[in-house]
């Protein structure tokens, strides 16, 4: 089973909202990743969490809030969004071997923030 | 510089073509190499992983070159379903956490 859950599947939003994403995965990997994606780019990753701590965060504004409950679960907790902030946002999750690891992604959350 | 190109195409080939698509890194550090495919408003899928010594599945051959620092994708007998954007991703992480993506190469199949 490869396979990572998102929910929601559409969320819109005001700039005032706090709302918040959530992933799941049940493959036993210990990365969880956050990514977002804009019309004809490829992902811009956002946040890694290894074994449940924050290992990398790319200069994301603070109005982006991560959080990693368990090794299944990511959260992405969103506050006082600008509308450019729209996008595919994009959970993966791959193990912590040390080689060779594959990603895998879920179906994404696409949030248009009004 | 960018870290990992790509050519975005669009490359338009017709059923039962073959095709191929480079790709390369700069960071000749660099430990694991991958394709995925990406359908419009999808998420991207693994395609297949790239070994050192080359692999194949079906249809897909994929090469590496680390002296070149490149990665190719062949794609033979095209059919319409392979319609995607083709992306390369390079992991410069030993322990799986950089995953760095290249822009992605566009490809129609066409009746």
């Known amino acids: 089973d490869t396979e990572v859950t998102q929910t929601p599947k559409h969320l819109v939003m005001g700039m005032t909202n706090k709302k918040s994403l959530k992933c799941e995965q049940h493959m036993g990997h210990r990365a969880m990743y956050w990514y977002k994606q804009k019309a004809k780019k490829p992902p811009e990753l956002m946040f890694v969490y290894s074994y449940e701590k924050l290992s990398i965060n790319e200069s994301v504004p603070s109005r982006f809030s991560p959080e990693c409950p368990n090794s299944s679960l990511l959260n992405l907790h969103l506050h006082a969004l600008q509308p450019e902030d729209s996008a595919l946002y994009l959970c993966a999750s791959s193990q912590v071997s040390g080689y060779g690891d594959e990603q895998y992604f879920g179906p994404g959350t696409r949030l248009t923030v009004t | 510089r960018k870290e990992v190109e790509q050519d975005p195409g669009p490359f338009n080939v017709p059923e039962g073509a073959t095709v191929a698509f480079n790709c390369t890194y700069s960071?000749?550090?660099?430990?694991?190499f991958f394709w995925y495919r990406q359908d419009c408003r999808k998420e991207p899928k693994l395609l297949m992983s790239v070994y050192s010594s080359g692999n194949e599945d079906g249809r897909f051959t994929a090469q590496l070159n680390r002296a070149s620092q490149y990665i190719s994708l062949l794609i033979r007998d095209s059919k319409l379903s392979d319609s995607a954007t083709y992306l390369c991703v390079v992991n410069d992480n030993n322990y799986g956490q950089n995953f760095v993506f290249g822009p992605g190469t566009r490809l129609s199949v066409l009746p």
């Open positions: 960071n000749s550090a660099s430990q694991s």
